[in-house]
């Protein structure tokens, strides 16, 4: 049964390893650093176990480690009586990507008003054939999911924010 949770674990690095690569333009091995503390979770992962787990040299652990702390990706904690560094995803990161993104849909929905409210005067002013007019149900629907997803988001940031519950 554990073997079985370390393949899928190790399977789920990689897959969101990949991803984050290219989605935060991070280098293979940081991006494999920060899959491994986001399904390890509270508990924190080790130096050591980073070098273990992803067979790479302490050196390259370390830069990609240090290189993460500097973006605020991770942060690190210790216990009593223990020297070893804990490392967890920094939650403010998490939040500040949530920002961006509250930021970005904000930015497309003013430019979907726009284009909307373009189209619907050419529609009153320039278009007689009700066949040639422009369809605005697109821009209504995907306002909608914007409006929707962008609450959606909200709602989770201040979960983060409020300590509701932990990443």
């Not at 942060?75 to 490392?87: L, N, S």
């Not at 995907?142 to 997803?149: Q, S």
Request: hydrophobic share 35%; aromatic share 8%; net charge neutral.
């Amino acid at each position: 049964m554990e073997n079985n949770i370390c393949k899928e674990k190790m399977r789920l690095v990689e897959k969101l390893g990949v991803h984050l690569e290219n989605r935060e333009q991070l280098a293979p091995v940081a991006a494999r650093i920060m899959a491994y503390v986001i399904l390890t979770g509270k508990n924190g992962t080790t130096f050591e176990e980073l070098v273990t787990v992803l067979c790479a040299s302490k050196s390259t652990i370390s830069t990609h480690i240090n290189h993460l702390q500097g973006l605020n990706k991770l942060e690190y904690f210790t216990k009593t009586g223990d020297r070893k560094k804990y490392f967890v995803i920094n939650k403010d990161s998490v939040i500040h990507h949530i920002d961006n993104l509250i930021n970005e849909w904000q930015e497309v929905r003013e430019l979907h008003l726009e284009i909307k409210a373009y189209k619907n005067n050419i529609n009153e002013e320039k278009i007689k054939k009700k066949e040639e007019k422009f369809d605005l149900n697109f821009h209504n629907d995907y306002l909608k999911f914007i409006d929707e997803a962008s609450a959606s988001i909200k709602e989770l940031r201040t979960k983060l924010t409020d300590k509701s519950f932990d990443i």
